[in-house]
C-alpha cells in the first residue's frame, strides 16, 4: 500500500513540476515576443473640447404659416 500511494504522490510531484516547466516557457516565449517599447517616441497628450452650437434664423411671417401647416400636417398623418 505505501508503495502505491508513494508512487501516487511522485506522478503527482512530476506533473504538478511538468505544467510549472510549460507555464514559464509560455510566458518566456511571450514575454519575448511583444515589444514593448516605446521606441523612444514622446507622446504629448492633447484634450479636445466640443461645444454645442446653436444657429438662430430669422424667419418671416409668411414661412412662419407654411411651416405650422406643414408640421400639421406631418402630425396628423
Known sequence: ??????AFLMRRAYEHLTASAAAIALTALFLMSVNA??????????VSI???????????????SHVMAA???????
Open 37 to 46: 517599447s516605446a521606441g523612444g517616441r514622446t507622446l504629448t497628450p492633447s
Open 50 to 64: 466640443l461645444v454645442p452650437t446653436v444657429e438662430i434664423e430669422i424667419i418671416d411671417e409668411n414661412t412662419t
Open 71 to 77: 408640421a400639421s400636417d406631418r402630425v396628423n398623418g
Open 1 to 6: 500500500m505505501t508503495r502505491l500511494s508513494s
